[in-house]
């Protein structure tokens, strides 16, 4: 069984940068597919990054690339989010996920369906 916590969310002013956190228990995270997710109010959840299990290789939403860098400590079982230049537009609950495979497919790192695991969310409120 797999359990995710995220934290690290809270208030920031518009223009400066949170690092969210993602802690997993268990064997399967350093084998896994890591990906972010985020939730604004009244949208759907939508994808935000995603990493192979190894780190090798990394997956940004277009819009995002540039000012999120996603990340793992396999030895810590932690997964991160450096969020930089944050916008009002940028305020969501923020999820970690898991997809147990190692590597994603192109078509599918993106889609929810992939991540069997989630954690409960952290909340980013980014203000003007």
């Known amino acids: 069984q797999v359990q995710l916590v995220e934290s690290g969310g809270g208030l920031v002013q518009a223009g400066g940068s949170l690092r969210l956190f993602c802690a997993a228990s268990?064997?399967?995270?350093?084998?896994?597919?890591m990906g972010w997710f985020r939730q604004a109010p009244g949208r759907e959840r939508e994808f935000v990054a995603a990493?192979?299990?190894?780190?090798?290789?990394?997956y940004y939403a277009a819009s995002l690339k540039g000012r999120f860098t996603i990340s793992r400590d396999n030895a810590k079982n932690t997964g991160y989010l450096q969020m930089k230049s944050l916008k009002p537009e940028d305020t969501a609950v923020y999820y970690c996920?898991?997809?147990?495979?190692?590597?994603?497919?192109?078509?599918?790192?993106?889609?929810?369906?992939?991540?069997?695991?989630w954690g409960q969310g952290t909340q980013v409120t980014v203000s003007s």
């Open positions: 268990g064997r399967t995270f350093s084998s896994a597919v």
């Open positions: 996920a898991l997809d147990l495979r190692r590597i994603p497919t192109p078509e599918g790192v993106g889609e929810t369906k992939e991540y069997g695991y």
């Open positions: 990493i192979t299990w190894n780190g090798a290789s990394t």
